[in-house]
């Protein structure tokens, strides 16, 4: 069995939690001048489009979106190792200290 101390959670917790807000207020910050970016892209292509010096295939523009989330979906659901149990319950302080710290972080960004 594995020996767990007070102490050792909580300093994974901690810095679970610090790591995980910078990192949600980051990416809070580069979301939003990636999509302020991609909206400005969008209405440049509209705008030529709509001059006629740009000729915009949308649903080919789309398609690329499906085809991407279904390939995250069909990685996600691939098969697990057999050590799973034993390997989620070494990582859940730091992770639970880490998706609360990402959430403040995030809110706050």
């Known amino acids: 069995m594995v020996d767990i101390g007070l102490q050792q959670?909580?300093?994974?917790?901690?810095?679970?939690a610090v790591i995980g807000g910078?990192?949600?207020?980051?990416?809070?910050?580069v979301a939003k001048i990636i999509a302020i970016l991609v909206g400005v892209e969008l209405a440049l292509f509209?705008?030529?489009?709509?001059q006629g010096i740009?000729?915009?295939?949308?649903?080919?523009?789309s398609a690329?979106?499906?085809?991407?989330s279904s390939a995250a979906t069909d990685a996600a659901t691939g098969s697990q190792p057999?050590?799973?149990?034993?390997?989620?319950?070494?990582?859940?302080?730091?992770?639970?200290g880490f998706a609360g710290?990402?959430?403040v972080g995030f809110k706050k960004g």
């Open 9 to 16: 959670i909580g300093l994974e917790l901690g810095s679970g």
């Open 101 to 103: 710290g990402f959430l």
């Open 46 to 50: 509209k705008f030529l489009e709509s």
């Open 64 to 68: 690329g979106l499906v085809n991407a």
């Open 82 to 96: 057999p050590g799973i149990v034993v390997s989620l319950l070494s990582v859940i302080p730091v992770s639970a």
């Open 22 to 29: 910078l990192i949600g207020f980051a990416a809070k910050k």
């Open 54 to 61: 740009l000729v915009v295939d949308w649903e080919r523009l």
